[in-house]
T-cell receptor, first 114, second 113 residues
Framework: SQQGEEDPQALSIQEGENATMNCSYKTSINNLQWYRQNSGRGLVHLILIRSNEREKHSGRLRVTLDTSKKSSSLLITASRAADTASYFCATDRAGGTSYGKLTFGQGTILTVHP | DAGVIQSPRHEVTEMGQEVTLRCKPISGHDYLFWYRQTMMRGLELLIYFNNNVPIDDSGMPEDRFSAKMPNASFSTLKIQPSEPRDSAVYFC???????????FGDGTRLSIL
C-alpha cells in the first residue's frame, strides 16, 4: 500500500470557504510535509510538522498530526482563487536506510471558485 | 537566490533516441533528488544523491535510465534508448540536509513519440 494517501482526491469550494485535506500513512515518521503544486510548475514546500508536534500554523494554513492514527490534516482558511492547486503530503520515514527520502501521496486537487 | 534549475523545460523526441535531462541544485544543498510524475503513477522517486554520491537508486525503472552527479552543482538523468512509456514530467529537487524540505525545479516535460 502507498505511504501518504490523501483524501479527498478532489475538492471544489467557493472563495472564502475553508478547505480541509487529509493524509494517512503507514510507518513511523520523522516528519510529515505538505507541498503545493500549481499547474505546470514544480512542488513548493508549505509546512513541515515533526513527529513530536501535534499542530502547526503558518499564515492561513493549519496542520495537525496524529501519530497514533497515522494521519495528518491540512486546513486552508478563507480560501482564495489563487489557492487552486494540487496539494501533496510527504512522509519522511523513521529508521532504515531511507535517510533523506520522502514518499509522496497522490495528492488532492483543490479548486477554489471566485 | 536562484532556485533549482532544470533544462530543457520541454523535450520531444522519437523513440530510440537518447535523452539527457539536466539539473542545477541550490548552492550549498547536499541532497539532490530525481522524480518522475505521471497521471497514472503520481510522483515517483527515481534516485537521490548525498554529497554527489548515489544513495538509493531503487526507483530507477530499468537499465535504460542512468543518473550522474559529477559535482555539487550539476546532475544529469539519461534515458537510452527512450520509449513512449518514458513520457512524463521529470523533476529535480534539492535540500540542505536529509530531514529538511525539498526545493523543486519546474520540471522537464518529456514526450517520446
Amino acid at each position: 500500500s502507498q505511504q501518504g494517501e490523501e483524501d479527498p482526491q478532489a475538492l471544489s469550494i467557493q472563495e472564502g470557504e475553508n478547505a480541509t485535506m487529509n493524509c494517512s500513512y503507514k510507518t513511523s515518521i520523522n516528519n510529515l510535509q505538505w507541498y503545493r503544486q500549481n499547474s505546470g510548475r514544480g512542488l513548493v514546500h508549505l509546512i513541515l510538522i515533526r513527529s513530536n508536534e501535534r499542530e502547526k500554523h503558518s499564515g492561513r494554513l493549519r496542520v495537525t498530526l496524529d501519530t497514533s492514527k497515522k494521519s495528518s490534516s491540512l486546513l486552508i482558511t478563507a480560501s482564495r482563487a489563487a489557492d487552486t492547486a494540487s496539494y501533496f503530503c510527504a512522509t519522511d520515514r523513521a529508521g532504515g536506510t531511507s535517510y533523506g527520502k520522502l514518499t509522496f501521496g497522490q495528492g488532492t486537487i483543490l479548486t477554489v471558485h471566485p | 537566490d536562484a532556485g533549482v534549475i532544470q533544462s530543457p523545460r520541454h523535450e520531444v523526441t522519437e523513440m530510440g533516441q537518447e535523452v539527457t535531462l539536466r539539473c542545477k541544485p541550490i548552492s550549498g544543498h547536499d541532497y539532490l533528488f530525481w522524480y518522475r510524475q505521471t497521471m497514472m503513477r503520481g510522483l515517483e522517486l527515481l534516485i537521490y544523491f548525498n554529497n554527489n554520491v548515489p544513495i538509493d537508486d531503487s526507483g530507477m525503472p530499468e537499465d535504460r535510465f542512468s543518473a550522474k552527479m559529477p559535482n555539487a552543482s550539476f546532475s544529469t538523468l539519461k534515458i537510452q534508448p527512450s520509449e513512449p512509456r518514458d513520457s512524463a514530467v521529470y523533476f529535480c529537487a534539492s535540500s540542505p540536509t536529509g530531514h529538511q524540505p525539498q526545493h523543486f525545479g519546474d520540471g522537464t516535460r518529456l514526450s517520446i513519440l
